[in-house]
T-cell receptor, first 116, second 113 residues
């Protein structure tokens, strides 16, 4: 069964460093997303991406964050200068159709980011 | 703002039915979802229901939707130890956002043999 894959599964970084989280969405999917879950808190939406541009972003997704689809298969989340509060599990997701019209999101297993 | 609430823990015996409850605030929600998260894994879509439905059954899973009370439940019949996981309720309203699912905190289901 096709699945969303994320690498690495764990990432440890120093505060102020840049990190790139990588995702390979399901191949025929058109919509891509990043969510995160801080330990003990809810899964939160960060950004959605369609047709090579951001379609929506949350208040969390500030100028320190960026997303890119550098080729036909990868979808990346970059955090330019990490802060302690960026420590979380980051989930990538993809869907064939837009979630707002019933498109079902398929999630990867996440990247645990620890900022020291 | 939109919010989704779930109880945090549920413990049942193997073979019993489990009922996981969820309340939401956005009355315009068109789709409501149940996701399952096993340890070390991602969020697996279990089932979903469209807001014009009251009930949806899928093998051992039954979803009940009470739109008036904004209450969603997931019933797992004949619960097995392999059902032990965290179950997330999520909602999505109509229009506007393409992917902004609002999740609850998740209910941790423990199944005792």
């Amino acid at each position: 069964e096709p699945e969303v894959t994320q690498t690495p599964s764990h990432q440890v970084t120093q505060m102020g460093q840049e990190v790139i989280l990588r995702c390979v969405p399901i191949s025929n999917h058109l919509y891509f997303y990043w969510y995160r879950q801080i330990l003990g808190q809810k899964v939160e939406f960060l950004v959605s991406f369609y047709n090579n541009e951001i379609s929506e972003k949350s208040e969390i997704f500030d100028d320190q964050f960026s997303v890119e689809r550098p080729d036909g298969s990868n979808f990346t989340l970059k955090i330019r200068s990490t802060k302690l509060e960026d420590s979380a599990m980051y989930f990538c997701a993809s869907s064939v159709g837009a979630a707002g019209t019933g498109g079902k999101l398929f999630f990867g297993s996440g990247t645990q980011l620890s900022v020291l | 703002g939109e919010d989704v609430e779930q109880s945090l823990f549920l413990s049942v015996r193997e073979g019993d039915s489990s009922v996981i409850n969820c309340t939401y605030t956005d009355s315009s929600s068109t789709y409501l979802y149940w996701y399952k998260q096993e340890p070390g894994a991602g969020l697996q879509l279990l089932t979903y229901i469209f807001s014009n439905m009251d009930m949806k059954q899928d093998q051992r899973l039954t979803v009940l939707l009470n739109k008036k009370d904004k209450h969603l439940s997931l019933r797992i019949a004949d619960t097995q130890t392999g059902d032990s996981a965290i179950y997330f309720c999520a909602e999505r309203g109509y229009g506007g956002s393409q992917g902004n699912l609002i999740f609850g905190k998740g209910t941790k289901l423990s199944v005792k043999p």
